[in-house]
């Protein structure tokens, strides 16, 4: 039987680790609005006329500058990608739900912050404590899913016992 484990977890090393990068960029991809704000590709944008102000040319009338319709659009494929690993069932690595989570809770106390009027993003504790907060509920998933991943490890062993079982009846009333 732990051979017919260990092959179980070759075969599905590859969809894991993909499921992993998958989970990181639906984390990392939250950021992307940032980068938007460097020097360099101001200066790309820029070569290919593309307007950082998108209010003044009504191409999107929605979204004043091109740093929210990203923002916009990041916060749409972000859980998108999420829910794609999980319908599925997909295993990421436990420790990758980290990226994820931290910035899902930076978004939301970033915005209970700003709608209370506080800008303390720069500070260097903030980001400490929601990392840590993060960490904390990456240890607490991490034990609910080490659960569930037990209890379908052990339906799958019974439901193998029990083929093995039926075969070899069937070979006994045939004998």
């Given at each position: 039987m732990s051979q017919?484990?260990?092959?179980?977890?070759?075969?599905?090393?590859?969809?894991?680790?993909?499921?992993?990068?998958?989970?990181?960029?639906?984390?990392?991809?939250?950021?992307?609005?940032?980068?938007?704000?460097?020097?360099?590709?101001?200066?790309?944008?820029?070569?290919?006329?593309?307007?950082?102000?998108?209010?003044?040319?009504?191409?999107?009338?929605?979204f004043d500058t091109l740093t929210n319709m990203i923002y916009a659009i990041d916060m749409a494929i972000s859980p998108t990608i999420f829910i794609v690993i999980l319908f599925f069932r997909m295993k990421p690595y436990k420790w990758a739900f980290i990226v994820p989570l931290y910035g899902y809770i930076n978004m939301l106390i970033g915005t209970i912050i700003l709608a209370r009027g506080y800008e303390i993003f720069d500070i260097w504790w903030y980001r400490f404590l929601i990392f840590i907060g993060a960490g904390i509920i990456c240890w607490i998933l991490s034990g609910s899913l080490k659960y569930f991943d037990a209890s379908e490890k052990s339906d799958r062993l019974k439901n193998m016992i029990l083929e093995n079982y039926r075969k070899q009846l069937k070979k006994d009333e045939a004998a």
């Open positions: 017919l484990l260990q092959n179980d977890y070759k075969f599905s090393r590859g969809k894991r680790i993909a499921s992993t990068i998958l989970l990181i960029t639906s984390g990392v991809i939250l950021y992307t609005e940032n980068i938007l704000d460097t020097l360099p590709v101001k200066k790309f944008l820029s070569l290919f006329k593309i307007e950082y102000d998108l209010h003044e040319k009504g191409s999107v009338p929605a």
